[in-house]
C-alpha cells in the first residue's frame, strides 16, 4: 500500500489529506476560511495567505491522526502547487518541500485543475469499492469538464494528467457567477451552495434567462451575460452610470417566492450552459473519431444538485458513463491531491526541492 500525505492551499481552503493507493482516502481534512473572507463576500488574498500559515500544521497534524499513521509511515508528499492565489499556493509548497525534505520522500507537484478530474474516482476507506486501477484503463479517452469559481472547461483527457482545452470561459467561471448572483439575491457567502438550495423551490420557468451559447461550433462559456440579466430583472435598469448608477429596486423589495423562482431560473440557465455544450463537445469528438468513453465532472459546482442530475441524464441518453465526485471531493480538498500523485508517482514523475508555486497556467 503507498500512502501518500497531500496538502492544498491554492484559495481559501487548507487542506491535508492521506489517499491510500490514489484511490482509498483514509483522511480528508479541510479548514474553510468562509467567517473570514464573508464580510468581503469575496476571497481577500492576503487574510487567505496568512490563515493558512495558521492553520496548516494543525490541519496536517489532523489528517495524520485520523488516518492513524505517523510521519513515518508518509511514502510520497503531493502539493497542489498551480494554479492559485499566489501567496496562498506558497504556504502549501513550501511545507510541501520541508516535509519531503525531512522525510527523505519524494515531492509531487499537483496541478489542481487536474486533480479536479480525478476526484470522481476517490473513494472512503471503509468503501473500498473505490474506482480503482482496473477501471482506469478504460476511462480515456474522456470528456472532463472543470466547474470551479476559478475554472470553467472542457477537456479531452488521453489520460489523468494528459488534457487538451477544448473550450474555456470567456468571461466569469461558473461559481464566481453563482457567487454573484448570490449577492445580486442577497443570499449568504459562499453563495452558490445557498442558491442551489433556494433553487430547489423555485419555479425555473418563472423568467427567461439568457444561455450564452456563443458561435455555432464554440465550445467556449460565457456568464456575464446571465449575472447582467438577472441583476437587471431584480433591480430594475439603472440611471446613470458606473458608481454613479441608481437602480429601480433592490432584493429586499423581492418577495421570498419571487427569490426562489429567480434562484431556479439561474440555476437552469447556467446547468443548461453547460450541459448544451458537453453534448455539443461529445458530438464533435464523435465525427473526428475520438467519442469520450466517459465524462468526467470536478471542481465546486459539481456539487450542483441540477448539474449532477442534467450530467447523468445526458451519460445515459448518450451511453457513455458519467463520473462525478461524492460531495466531500466536490469543492477543494487535499485529498485529490493526493490521489492524483500516486498516478505520478507510478510514473516517477518526482520533483525537486525547487517545485515552484505557479498562480496561472492554461491561458
Ligand atoms: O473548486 P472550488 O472549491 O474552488 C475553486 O477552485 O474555485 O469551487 C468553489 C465554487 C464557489 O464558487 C462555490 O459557490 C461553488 O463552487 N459551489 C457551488 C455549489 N457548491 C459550491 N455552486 C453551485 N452549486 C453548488 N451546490
Ligand atoms: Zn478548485
Redesign the pocket.
Known amino acids: 500500500m503507498t500512502l501518500i500525505l497531500g496538502l492544498e492551499t ?2 481559501d ?1 487548507t487542506a491535508a489529506a492521506v489517499v491510500a493507493d490514489g484511490v482509498s482516502v483514509l483522511s480528508n481534512v479541510v479548514a474553510s476560511q468562509h467567517e473570514l473572507h464573508e464580510p468581503y463576500r469575496g476571497v481577500v488574498p492576503e487574510i487567505a495567505s496568512r490563515a493558512h500559515l495558521e492553520r496548516l500544521n494543525p490541519v496536517v497534524r489532523e489528517a495524520l491522526h485520523e488516518a492513524d499513521i505517523d510521519f513515518a509511515q508518509v511514502d510520497a508528499v503531493a502539493v497542489g502547487n498551480r494554479p ?1 492565489l499566489i501567496g496562498s499556493l506558497l504556504v502549501a509548497v513550501s511545507a510541501a518541500k520541508a516535509l519531503a525534505w525531512s522525510l527523505d520522500k519524494p515531492l509531487i507537484g499537483v496541478d ?1 485543475v487536474e486533480a ?1 478530474l480525478h476526484a470522481a474516482f476517490l473513494a472512503e476507506r471503509r468503501d473500498s469499492s473505490g474506482q480503482r486501477s482496473e477501471i482506469r484503463d478504460q476511462r480515456f479517452p474522456a470528456l472532463g469538464l472543470v ?5 470553467t472547461s472542457l477537456y479531452e483527457l488521453t489520460a489523468p494528467t494528459q488534457l487538451t482545452l477544448l473550450g474555456r470561459t470567456i468571461d466569469d ?4 457567477a ?2 454573484k448572483a ?1 449577492v445580486i439575491l442577497d443570499l449568504g457567502y ?4 445557498m ?3 433556494l433553487a430547489q423551490t423555485g419555479d425555473a420557468s418563472a423568467c427567461d434567462l439568457p444561455r450564452s451559447l456563443l458561435e455555432k461550433d464554440s465550445l467556449d462559456f460565457s456568464f456575464s451575460g446571465l449575472k447582467t440579466a438577472l441583476l437587471y430583472t431584480v433591480r430594475g435598469h439603472p440611471q446613470g452610470k458606473g458608481d454613479k448608477a441608481a437602480f429601480e429596486r433592490t432584493a429586499d423589495d423581492l418577495t421570498d417566492k419571487q427569490k426562489r423562482d429567480l434562484a431556479a431560473s439561474f ?1 437552469a440557465a447556467a446547468v443548461d450552459a453547460l450541459v448544451i455544450k458537453m453534448r455539443r463537445a461529445v458530438e464533435q469528438l464523435d465525427i473526428a473519431g475520438r467519442r469520450p468513453k466517459t465524462l468526467i465532472i ?4 459539481s ?3 441540477l ?1 449532477r442530475r442534467r450530467c447523468r441524464e445526458l451519460g445515459d441518453e448518450l451511453d457513455i458513463p458519467v463520473h462525478i465526485p461524492a460531495m466531500p471531493y ?3 480538498n487535499a485529498a485529490m491531491i493526493a490521489g492524483l500523485a500516486h498516478e505520478k508517482l507510478q510514473r516517477n514523475e518526482i520533483d525537486d526541492l525547487d517545485l515552484p508555486a505557479i498562480a496561472t497556467t492554461r491561458v
Open positions: 491554492s484559495c481552503e492559485g489542481h479536479h466547474v470551479s469559481g476559478g475554472h467561471a461558473v461559481g464566481e453563482y457567487d448570490a459562499p453563495g452558490g451552495p442558491l442551489d438550495e440555476q470536478g471542481g465546486g459546482v456539487a450542483n444538485s448539474l466536490c469543492v477543494d
